[in-house]
């Protein structure tokens, strides 16, 4: 299976800020990476996928890059609607993969 | 606008089978597109079990194959997810979801996710 490590697992930021979370897959995973956002009690809801395509109705202040083995996903002027779990799956070969996730909490 | 929507017990004891139904609407499953089962143990990560596509081709989660299966029902619009042999392990909330295999992969569209504890 491709392990998926995502940094940090947890982090505190202020409204206005701006957030970088990574993923790294053990082993290349050409740009096949999506990412999540969680809210507590609800369903991932697609931000990302392909690495650095934003899936249709998600703010612009989301961003993806990355290729091969490291992904980052930024969030520029964090929203107050923006504190949640967000994950990394990588979607190269069965079994797909999840990042262990990182808790955006407000500073 | 696509909806899904898991539905079975909430509680399964040790040994027994965990059963559980997917139902569909805003979009027949015999369109296109692979169907999953997805569980987050809580306070935990995500992990797929699998996938299955309506002529039922499907794909397993290797650490669980032996004891998964995922049929569709399309004449309900529906899919369906059973796991044999469960232990407190398998205490997780289960979506379903879309999983659109190709071009490129992603998961859309999912369920609310329900609850399943497993205990005596």
């Known amino acids: 299976d491709i392990q998926m490590t995502q940094s940090p697992s947890s982090l505190s930021a202020s409204e206005g800020d701006r957030v970088t979370i990574t993923c790294r897959a053990s082993?290349?995973?050409?740009?096949?990476l999506n990412w999540y956002q969680q809210k507590p009690g609800k369903a991932p809801n697609l931000l990302i996928y392909a690495a650095s395509t934003l899936q249709s109705g998600v703010p612009s202040r989301f961003s993806g890059s990355g290729s091969g083995t490291d992904f980052t996903l930024t969030i520029t002027s964090l929203q107050p609607e923006d504190f949640a779990t967000y994950f990394c799956q990588q979607t190269s070969s069965t079994p797909y993969t999840f990042g262990q996730g990182t808790k955006v909490e407000i500073k | 606008q696509v909806q899904l929507q898991e539905s079975g017990p909430g509680l399964v004891k040790p040994s027994e089978t965990l059963s559980l139904t997917c139902a569909v609407s805003g979009y027949s499953i015999t369109s296109d597109y692979f169907w999953g089962w997805l569980r987050q143990p809580p306070g935990k990560g995500l992990e797929w079990i699998g996938s299955?596509?309506?002529?039922?081709?499907?794909y397993y989660n290797p650490s669980l194959k032996s004891r998964v299966t995922i049929s569709v029902d399309t004449s309900r619009n529906q899919f369906s997810l059973k796991l044999t042999s469960v232990t407190a392990a398998d205490t997780a909330v289960y979506f379903c979801?879309?999983?659109?295999?190709?071009?490129?992969?992603?998961?859309?569209?999912w369920g609310r996710g329900t609850l399943v504890t497993v205990s005596s």
């Open positions: 082993q290349t995973i050409s740009q096949y």
């Open positions: 979801a879309r999983d659109q295999r190709t071009s490129p992969p992603k998961f859309e569209y």
């Open positions: 299955m596509y309506h002529s039922g081709s499907a």
